[in-house]
């Protein structure tokens, strides 16, 4: 059941730090799990948690918000409006069923393209333990009356 | 007529007699045993003015109708409201976000017992630490005793929840949210929901749609839930408002629970703190570690 | 006019339940809201009014109704029509407000083909009131607690 289970993620890197690092990964040719989404913000304070509710009950399985170490902001601040938020959102999530361990929120440096790999691969392998989440189901399972019509 | 009754209308009078306030916003008798909230603007209306248990609204939300328009420089009109402890903190955080000045309001605050909804204590006020209103211009006291226990819990029963698995959780929320209506009684009926265009309204960006499926109304009520972080006052309005008795509370007090625990924070204690999620502190490591460390 | 007992009733919904959606008023929370059942033990027999209409059984505020998928072919999955529901509990003027939706969408052509289908597949079994509530007012508008106007069987 676990081997055949992809889950899907979703990945909010920031343009100057997490991406560039995960660019960097890239680039050094160092693999990683490919169930990644990744979206590019400007940074971490960007990402509303609302991307990543929305981004769970539309299917995803684990959310990862990777922003610059706390300091290191290319626009100051962002990270820590950013982890404020996010200390709430996921102990929120972990109250309606999703597992905190499934919104993962850390800081990764432009520099550190090895350690983008280990943290994706690390969460990779945690999603897939914790399984699927069944907050959406398929639409299909809705109406229980479908049969497949050739267009 | 109860003591508290005479009282309230003995303050209201002479707020409106004395021209301090041009109306006093309270509640009135209504068909059917029940009650509904009034603004009172004239002396003779003031006998109408009654409270009792069944006061479960937050009158603080009538505010924004009196708002006027930004752009002119028109203070809102003088009043008074009739306000349980966790409205008046409604009031600190209006302040807080430069919606209201606190000069032309006047609080007749009351001494609560706790509210009931539909006849039973509502969830809320049962497990509410607070008596006494922390700002106002007149003290009504209670009838009833008013003495919290020393060992009480204001958060007994979302800590249990807490504990239950990801399956229960999902399952029960999965089942309330199902009688879901999409009515938006919640959203009306609380004073900090208060933006002109709602983001479950909008189309552009369209971020849930107004499908009558479970993981849509999760996201209205999350999302509002989130929006309220640091903002809701636990007055329970959204629960009493609402018409297929879901507990719409536990999801603002888990976020109460987990602000005050980390952060010491308490929403509407005054009127000079900054919004919570505006500020940050920059020595704040806060992580919720996942149980796999890298 | 036939009658039947409650435990001929029990049993008839246990054998309808089997080939079609049994639908009757469920207390869920303390609110009464038409809910598909297995057996008769799981739904309220005894009420004034349910809180939600039945409407939702034959007009859902949202449903699917065709269903895309992009790829290297693009196939089209229509939502076929409804398995039969019957549903139970209903009162008379619950039945009556569907009739005026039936003017509505399947009154004059083109009508509703889905709304057809809904009503097709629906069996209404009424349930007569034994007094006027307090906010009761079918009379003023043509209706009566016992009218079977809209209903397949009244109770």
Redesign the interface.
Same mark, same amino acid.
């Given at each position: 059941m676990a081997e055949s289970f992809e889950p899907k993620i979703v990945s909010f890197l920031c343009n100057w730090c997490s991406y560039a690092g995960a660019d960097l990964a890239g680039t050094s040719r160092i693999e990683y799990p490919q169930n990644i989404r990744i979206i590019r913000v400007p940074c971490s304070g960007r990402v509303d948690p609302l991307f990543v509710l929305k981004a769970f009950i539309d299917g995803a399985d684990g959310v990862m918000v990777l922003g610059c170490h706390p300091g290191d902001c290319h626009y100051q601040q962002g990270n820590y409006y950013a982890q404020r938020r996010y200390s709430v959102m996921q102990k929120l999530l972990d109250f309606i069923g999703v597992e905190s361990d499934r919104l993962l929120i850390d800081w990764v440096s432009a520099s550190e393209g090895k350690r983008f790999a280990e943290v994706v691969s690390n969460f990779t392998y945690r999603i897939k333990e914790i399984g699927h989440l069944t907050i959406k189901q398929d639409a299909r399972k809705i109406d229980t009356n479908l049969e497949k019509v050739t267009a | 007529m109860t003591r508290m009754d005479e009282q309230i209308r003995e303050a209201a009078r002479q707020l409106l007699e004395s021209s301090k306030v041009s109306a006093v916003i309270g509640y009135e008798l209504a068909a059917q045993g029940k009650v509904r909230p009034i603004i009172v603007e004239k002396t003779e209306d003031i006998g109408r003015l009654v409270w009792n248990e069944d006061c479960n609204l937050n009158l603080v939300n009538y505010l924004h109708q009196r708002k006027t328009p930004t752009g002119k420089d028109q203070p809102m009109p003088k009043t008074a409201l009739v306000l349980r402890p966790c409205d008046v903190r409604s009031i600190n955080l209006l302040i807080t976000e430069q919606q209201i000045k606190r000069e032309n309001i006047k609080i007749i605050g009351l001494q609560c017992a706790g509210t009931r909804i539909n006849n039973k204590p509502s969830i809320t006020c049962s497990f509410c630490m607070e008596r006494t209103p922390v700002d106002y211009d007149v003290l009504i006291e209670s009838d009833t005793p008013v003495e919290i226990p020393s060992d009480a819990n204001g958060f007994k029963d979302i800590e249990e929840m807490e504990n239950w698995t990801a399956e229960e959780q999902l399952a029960f929320w999965t089942e309330e949210f199902d009688r879901c209506i999409r009515c938006y009684a919640c959203r009306q009926a609380c004073p900090g929901c208060y933006c002109f265009e709602c983001v479950a309204e909008q189309v552009d960006p369209h971020w849930t749609s107004i499908a009558m499926e479970v993981p849509e109304k999760m996201f209205f009520h999350v999302m509002r839930a989130y929006h309220l972080a640091g903002r809701c006052v636990l007055c329970g309005a959204c629960e009493a408002a609402c018409p297929m008795n879901i507990p719409l509370s536990k999801l603002n007090r888990k976020i109460a629970k987990d602000i005050l625990e980390t952060f010491g924070y308490k929403t509407g204690d005054d009127a000079n703190t900054a919004p919570f999620l505006a500020c940050f502190d920059s020595n704040e490591r806060l992580k919720v570690e996942p149980s796999c460390h890298f | 006019m036939q009658f039947i007992n409650y435990e001929t009733r029990d049993q008839w919904i246990l054998t309808l339940a089997a080939d079609a959606r049994v639908v009757a008023p469920v207390d &869920? =929370?303390? =609110?009464l809201?038409y809910k598909q059942i297995k057996t008769a033990e799981e739904a309220v027999w005894n009420f004034e009014k349910t809180? %939600?209409p039945a409407k939702a059984w034959y007009f *859902?505020? &949202?449903? *699917?109704i065709l269903?895309i998928e992009q790829g290297t072919? @693009? =196939? %089209? @999955? #229509? /939502? %076929? /029509? *409804?398995?039969p529901i019957v549903m139970f509990g209903i009162r008379p003027c619950d039945a009556r407000s569907g009739l005026i939706l039936d003017k509505l969408f399947i009154g004059k052509p083109p009508i509703d083909r889905q709304y057809a289908n809904h009503r097709k597949a629906l069996t209404m079994i009424g349930l007569s009131c034994p007094e006027m509530w #307090?906010t009761c007012f079918c009379t003023a508008v043509g209706g009566a607690p016992n009218s079977r106007d809209g209903l397949d069987i009244i109770n």
């Open positions: - | - | &869920s =929370k303390e =609110k809201i809180n %939600l *859902p505020m &949202s449903e *699917p269903f072919q @693009t =196939k %089209l @999955t #229509e /939502a %076929l /029509a *409804p398995e #307090e």
